[in-house]
């Protein structure tokens, strides 16, 4: 019975995609999505009561679907494993994707490619399921590159809008954004793969269990070693710095999208693989370091540049890559049950944030500048509750899920002695409160810009409203349920607790939170809530236009790698490739017609010629019989 | 004495006058007039064979090589006339008609 | 001692007429250099010991085989010398040249092995004619059926080629025999 939810929950999503597939060259159809978001529910109801068989009997299911690769040594089978950690992960995508197939049914209404849009996006599910639920290294890979190749077909949903120049569209267009995400992520597979090779070099094996069992016996620098290749594939999946531009220039797919992976399912891939591979990473103590530096890094760098932007989509990008950073931190530190229950937090006011934005989007006729928006509280405004709850919850305001999620990864900060970062990671809370509200009051609040450019929004429709509201429950009161949900997951993954001084003093830590939380918000109420004041000084200013672009990484990527590699290629291309591959190919080929051509002339047709070749063949034979008979 | 070798070594050279008669001749019937001189000097050294061995295989082969170059003369000759009807000349040169 | 000088006259002239064949410019002159060679290689046959084999050779060869070239030679002006041209010599010369050596060679040094059995042995007290008749007749027969029916095939061949007006039957179609009654007639 529980092996049947197990490959229901897996399957449903790919009957879907293979569903939709059938209609993709048709104009849309309603009842396409209508047949996807049942399917998807499906899925999440199997989860649930998956979740609900694990959580009462505390052991994971483990199923075995077939032999995959069986040669020599190696062994790979299609197994899957729904444990605690698994099954969190998969109620989490699962809740998250039903949500948003019900909301592209209203969002992509007008879109013409829309039974081709619910066919990537439950075969991005599907992919999704197969990297939580695989219980080896091998079956993680094949998800990995799974939810690689549809975050690219959704990336580049609107393919046919053409190239611009980065001041136009820092994105230059759908393609382009989804070549770089898909690059990206290929130059971090090499690194995964080298981790998955020293792995298996070592063990023998690619399944967790055994993985995990023999790590004790392996030496120091091959823990290291495979501990850093894992971490860079993560690194690419989950855009933390160098790897991080793609999850911008991501935005340009549809708002769905952005909501179900880059903010929910896809860009957490990372923080699930440290997680899964938590033996492996609690070995490597300096390895888990450097990952909870540059989670903190990541997570000051990205709300830096959300201080700043005037695109809607992208400051919510931003913010997810900060929050991105605050879970690699909390991992880094040993913390894996805070990371995973952040994760899941985060997934629902994310994905909530997100679909508000489309909604917003959607009633602009997708402008994107929220220096043209302002005052739309007025006719949108359950888009509004929902926007502001889930900011509330992002800020980390007490009783909302963020608070949660968030005080205790910053209190594992102070707890572990780190206070560098624990600093850091205190600051970039306010800046989060900050940009959040600023983002929240300028599209909602103050005067109503918009009118200037002749656009009339209205509220989306009801039934996608109706589909965002479990997501809005879930940021107020998911919160509440950390005890419960720790007491449940540790039984497979390490405890932590604070220790006792900490514990003394964790109201006084949550209070200095919360205090730049809150100066953050009044902050922006302040500059914002009357509407949109322009200063020309500060906007000329040096750190302002830094961080407006970026810091400029993407100028530095594309004039120090990306133009002297096309250069190069370029390069191999016509001197390499042409000249002598080509040339060599070609000249055997025109070797032998030249020769055939010479040797037509043998045929004159002349009787007597063929007779002297007979004859010098036939010396030539008795030649060699006789040189033989002597030799030999 | 005369041994194996005296006749083989006869045998060989009227062989090779034959083939400098096949290569140098242009006439189709000389052409045929050097294959009989090849087909002779065959027919002395299986007889040599055969004389120096005591077995009879020798002549047997011989015998056979003699009723062969009798039809092949035959045929051949009737090609030849078919040949001369149609082309008028039997110089090989002109009936190159089978140039690649 | 007689063998000795016959087998040396025999060699020489043979040679000498063959060569008068291969190079000679005049057809009646290769001919009959050609039918002379044959019959002293008829003699040579006799020197071996195949009496037999000689005297088919003089029948079919000089007889029949030669009457055979002589009535195609019948195409030709005889006084006329053939006009042969562009014949490299250099390159006839070598390849004969070379091959007369490589063979000459060959068959000079003694490679010939001790162990080879003999498959249908001579018998003593017999003729030759006699012991050719038994072995022909008994171990080779299905050759010899098969050279008759060869030698049918290249008769019929030579027929059908040469003839004239080959198309019609003289037997089956009796249009010709009206032509010929026409004919009659009409004188």
């Known amino acids: 019975m529980m092996e049947n939810l197990v490959y ?106 829309f039974n081709r849009f619910f066919s990537y996006l439950s075969a991005f599910v599907f992919s999704m399921m197969i990297l939580v639920m695989s219980d080896n290294f091998a079956g993680l890979f094949i998800g990995w590159e799974g939810v690689g190749v549809c975050s690219w077909l959704l990336i580049g949903f609107w393919y046919h809008k053409k190239d611009v120049s980065r001041e136009e569209n820092p994105s230059i267009s759908p393609s382009w954004a989804a070549n770089e995400a898909f690059i990206m992520n290929r130059i971090a597979d090499l690194g995964m793969l080298v981790g998955l090779f020293i792995v298996y070099w070592n063990v023998g094996s690619l399944q967790y269990d055994v993985v995990f069992a023999s790590l004790p016996e392996l030496s120091g620098s091959v823990l290291n070693a495979a501990a850093i290749f894992l971490f860079i594939g993560a690194m690419g999946k989950s855009a933390q710095f160098p790897l991080h531009t793609w999850l911008t220039d991501a935005m340009e797919g549809p708002t769905p999208v952005s909501a179900l992976i880059h903010a929910a399912t896809m860009v957490t891939a990372g923080v699930f693989l440290v997680i899964r591979a938590n033996p492996l990473f609690s070995m490597t103590p300096e390895v888990s370091y ?105 800020a980390g305001i007490p009783f909302f899920a963020g608070f949660f999620s968030k005080d205790a990864i910053i209190e594992t900060a102070w707890n572990e002695g780190t206070l560098i970062l624990w600093f850091i990671l205190v600051v970039t809370a306010g800046m989060t409160a900050f940009y959040s509200f600023r983002q929240v009051f300028l599209t909602f609040h103050g005067d109503e810009r918009y009118k200037a450019f002749g656009i009339h929004p209205h509220e989306m429709y009801k039934f996608v409203l109706i589909a965002m509201s479990p997501l809005a429950f879930l940021a107020v009161v998911a919160g509440f349920g950390m005890g419960g949900f720790e007491h449940f997951v540790t039984k497979l993954l390490p405890e932590y607790h604070m220790s006792e001084h900490t514990h003394h003093i ?76 080509d040339a060599t190919v070609d000249g055997i080929a025109k070797l032998l017609y030249k020769s055939g051509d010479k040797t037509r002339k043998m045929q004159t047709g002349n009787l007597s010629n063929y007779l002297n070749w007979m004859a010098v063949g036939a010396v030539l034979l008795l030649v060699v019989a006789a040189l033989s008979a002597m030799l030999g | 004495m005369i041994g194996l070798s005296h006749y083989l070594i006869v045998s060989a050279l009227i062989f090779s006058i034959g083939l400098m008669g096949v290569l140098r001749r242009r006439n189709l019937l000389m052409l045929f007039f050097a294959t009989e001189v090849m087909l002779n000097a065959v027919n002395i050294a299986f007889a040599a064979f055969s004389h120096y061995y005591n077995d009879l295989t020798g002549q047997m082969f011989a015998f056979f090589l003699i009723a062969i170059a009798a039809s092949e003369v035959a045929v051949g000759l009737g090609i030849l006339i078919v040949l001369y009807k149609k082309y008028g000349s039997l110089d090989l040169d002109d009936l190159a008609s089978m140039k690649g | 001692m007689y063998e000795i000088v016959a087998f040396y006259l025999f060699s020489a002239l043979t040679i000498g007429l063959f060569l008068i064949t291969v190079m000679s410019k005049n057809v009646l002159y290769a001919m009959t250099s050609l039918a002379s060679g044959m019959v002293l290689i008829s003699g ?59 063979l000459v060679l060959m068959f000079a040094a003694p490679i010939h092995s001790e162990a080879i059995q003999a498959l249908y042995p001579m018998h003593e007290g017999v003729g030759n004619a006699q012991d050719v008749g038994i072995v022909l007749f008994t171990k080779y027969l299905i050759p010899f059926e098969v050279a008759a029916v060869m030698l049918l095939v290249a008769m019929i061949a030579g027929i059908i080629l040469a003839g004239k007006k080959m198309d019609q039957s003289l037997t089956e179609d009796t249009s010709a025999d009206d032509e010929i009654l026409t004919q009659k007639d009409a004188k």
Do not use: C
């Not at chain 1, 059938?22 to 047949?35: A, D, E, K, Y």
């Not at chain 1, 899925?43 to 649930?48: E, G, Q, R, V, Y």
């Not at chain 1, 939170?513 to 500059?527: E, P, R, S, T």
């Open chain 1, 506 to 581: 964790a109201w006084i830590l949550g209070l200095v939170v919360l205090l730049f939380a809150v100066g953050g918000i009044l902050l922006a109420y302040k500059k914002y809530d009357k509407g949109l004041k322009r200063d020309e000084k500060l906007e000329n200013s040096f750190i302002y236009r830094l961080l407006a672009n970026q810091y400029y990484i993407p100028q530095l990527y594309e004039g120090f790698i990306t133009k002297p590699y096309a250069m190069l290629s370029e390069m191999m291309w016509t001197k390499v490739d042409m000249k002598i591959v």
């Open chain 1, 290 to 394: 450097f990952i909870a530096s540059l989670g903190t890094f990541v997570a000051f760098f990205a709300a830096s540049m959300a201080l700043v932007n005037r695109d809607l989509k992208r400051i919510i990008a931003f913010s997810t890559l900060s929050q991105l950073g605050y879970m690699f931190a909390a991992a880094g530190l040993g913390a894996y049950w805070i990371a995973l229950f952040h994760l899941a937090a985060h997934a629902f006011f994310k994905a909530l944030l997100f679909l508000g934005a489309g909604n917003v989007m959607h009633a602009m006729h997708d402008e994107l500048d929220i220096f043209k928006m302002g005052g739309l509280k007025k006719v949108m405004k359950w888009t509004y509750i929902y926007m502001g709850l889930a900011s509330l919850a992002l």
């Open chain 1, 8 to 113: 229901i929950a897996l399957f449903a999503p790919f009957v879907s995609s293979m569903f939709s597939a059938l209609f993709g060259m048709s104009p849309r159809q309603t009842f396409v999505g209508i047949v996807a978001s049942t399917l998807l529910f499906i899925s999440f109801a199997a989860s649930a009561t998956l979740a609900m068989h694990v959580y009462s009997t505390g052991v994971g299911i483990h199923v075995t679907m077939m032999d995959w690769i069986s040669a020599g040594d190696l062994h790979i089978p299609f197994g899957f494993l729904v444990d605690q950690v698994s099954v969190t992960m998969m109620t989490v995508v699962t809740l998250v994707s039903t949500v948003v197939h019900i909301y592209s049914i209203g969002y992509m209404d007008h879109d013409k490619s």
């Open chain 3, 44 to 102: 040579f046959f006799f020197i071996l010991g195949a009496d037999f084999l000689g005297v088919v050779q003089l029948i079919v060869y000089v007889g029949a085989v030669m009457a055979l070239y002589s009535f195609a030679m019948m195409f030709f002006d005889a006084t006329r010398d053939i006009k042969e041209r562009n014949t490299n010599p250099a390159l006839v010369f070598l390849l004969g040249g070379l091959s007369a050596l490589v």
